[in-house]
């Protein structure tokens, strides 16, 4: 683990201290957990943004987001995020899970 020294508002140290009363953890727990939490949250946010723009495509959108390629779709829809794929990019991936299938049997 890297150790970093950082400044945190007050504004945002309120609410960790009122958590801190009520569950007993360590400050330093409690900001490490807040940090998970919103760079995930970050890291997805920028995935769909990205993806929105055309500068990512599903693959990369789904790596950032730390998501599979059906979790990340699954996201994009329900936000109302229109495919990025070309009809050409979905047939060939049709046809590549076609292939995939039939090697299967």
């Known amino acids: ?36 939490f919103g760079v ?3 890291a997805l946010e920028m995935a769909v943004d990205l993806y929105a723009e055309g500068k990512i ?20 829809a329900r936000r109302g995020v229109g495919s990025q794929l070309s009809e050409e990019d979905y047939f060939l991936a049709e046809q590549s899970a076609s292939e995939f299938v039939k090697s299967l049997k």
């Open 57 to 76: 495509d599903l693959s990369n959108a789904a790596s950032l987001a730390n998501l599979s390629a059906g979790e990340i779709m699954e996201v994009l």
């Open 40 to 42: 995930r949250r970050l």
């Open 1 to 36: 683990m890297k150790t970093i020294q950082v400044q945190i508002p007050a504004k945002i140290l309120r609410p960790i201290d009122k958590i801190q009363r009520f569950n007993g953890w360590p400050k330093a727990r409690l900001i490490e957990q807040a940090m998970h």
